[in-house]
């Protein structure tokens, strides 16, 4: 069974730094891709950046140059490290996982983590 857990969420003031964390554990035979998506109140969920393995690091508009998403591929680990957050920032965080397990190539998904930027 693969999980993928999250941490590093919580309350931040605008201009402040968070740095969200993704430990995936499993039988997993490969890495495609790792990334974070992210759900405001009322909002559908939108991809904040993502990172294949071998490919393009890809960051949505709203976040290039503030966010830094990085891996360890040792630890089958995913960072997003945020600066200069913002109000707008605001929403819950979830980890995506696109690997590959003995049934093939599968997507997973963390629980989320809260992330609220408010003075």
Not at 58 to 83: E, P
Not at 96 to 101: D, I, K, P, Q, R
């Amino acid at each position: 069974q693969v999980q993928l857990v999250e941490s590093g969420g919580g309350l931040v003031q605008p201009g402040g730094s968070l740095r969200l964390s993704c430990i995936t554990s499993g039988n997993i035979r490969d890495i495609n891709a790792m990334g974070w998506y992210r759900q405001a109140p009322g909002k559908q969920r939108e991809l904040v950046a993502d990172m294949p393995s071998g490919g393009i690091t890809y960051y949505a508009d709203s976040v290039k140059g503030r966010f830094i998403i990085s891996r360890d591929n040792a630890k089958n680990t995913v960072h997003l490290q945020m600066n200069s957050l913002k109000p707008e920032d605001t929403a819950v965080y979830y980890c995506s996982a696109n690997l590959w397990v003995a049934g093939g190539l599968r997507d997973y998904w963390g629980q989320g983590t809260q992330v609220t930027v408010s003075s």
